[in-house]
């Protein structure tokens, strides 16, 4: 099962957008509604910050969003602000009770 | 909030068992439809999933991983363990332990242990 392929880095100024793909194949992203995004701080555990493409736990501002087109997942980060400056995750069910993660993207806010 | 702690050793010899466990607070390990997940981050890379283990005791594990896993429930303590046999360096990793209602997320994560595995 090889990882999700995400873009090593994305960066945008404070209050523009980035969006972050995902993408996998018609076995796992292209599949299941069941992508995740974590967002990982330097020395911190991940933090979810959607699951099942387009679902924000409680607590998660409305400026992060996830949607999905055939083999690619997305995350959008709205409305940029220094604290969202972090790595990011996605993870896909990929059947059989087994998950894969992508290779992860540095968003750095300039 | 349920919290999950970690607890293990950070220095595994090469050929000998990586054993670690996490104590769920808060919340209880039998809790229904509940999943209790092992993950790790090895150095400077991403993350893999180890495998998880179900409520009920069903376990499920990275194809890749499969030969070296057992991933266990203690009840009665409200924890959940990670064993995995015949380490080499290329299982220096953070590894990290994680709640994940329904099985498809992975919502609560513990703090993570470095592991070393080193002679």
């Known amino acids: 099962q090889s990882a999700l392929t995400q873009p090593p880095s994305a960066a945008g100024s404070p209050g523009q957008s980035v969006t972050i793909s995902c993408t996998g194949t018609s076995s796992d992203v292209g599949r299941f509604n069941y992508v995740s995004w974590y967002q990982q701080h330097p020395g911190k555990a991940p933090k979810l910050m959607i699951y099942?493409?387009?679902r924000r736990p409680s607590g998660v501002p409305d400026r992060f969003s996830g949607s999905k087109s055939g083999n690619t997942a997305s995350l959008t980060v709205s409305g940029l602000q220094a604290e969202d400056e972090a790595d990011y995750y996605c993870n896909s069910y990929a059947g059989s009770n087994n998950f894969v993660f992508g290779t992860g993207t540095k968003v750095t806010v300039l | 909030q349920v919290r999950l702690k970690q607890s293990g050793p950070g220095l595994v010899k090469p050929s000998q068992t990586l054993s670690l466990t996490c104590t769920v607070s808060g919340g209880s390990v039998s809790s229904t439809g509940y999943y209790w997940s092992w993950i790790r981050q090895l150095p400077g890379k991403g993350l893999e999933w180890i495998g998880y283990?179900?409520?009920?005791?069903?376990?499920y594990y990275n194809p890749s991983l499969k030969s070296r896993v057992t991933i266990s429930l203690d009840t009665s303590r409200d924890q959940f363990s990670l064993r995995l046999t015949s380490v080499t360096a290329a299982d220096t990793a953070v590894y990290y332990c994680?709640?994940?209602?329904?099985?498809?997320?992975?919502?609560?994560w513990g703090q993570g242990t470095l592991v070393i595995v080193s002679s």
């Open positions: 099942e493409v387009n």
């Open positions: 283990i179900y409520y009920l005791g069903a376990t």
């Open positions: 994680a709640e994940s209602r329904g099985g498809y997320l992975f919502d609560n």
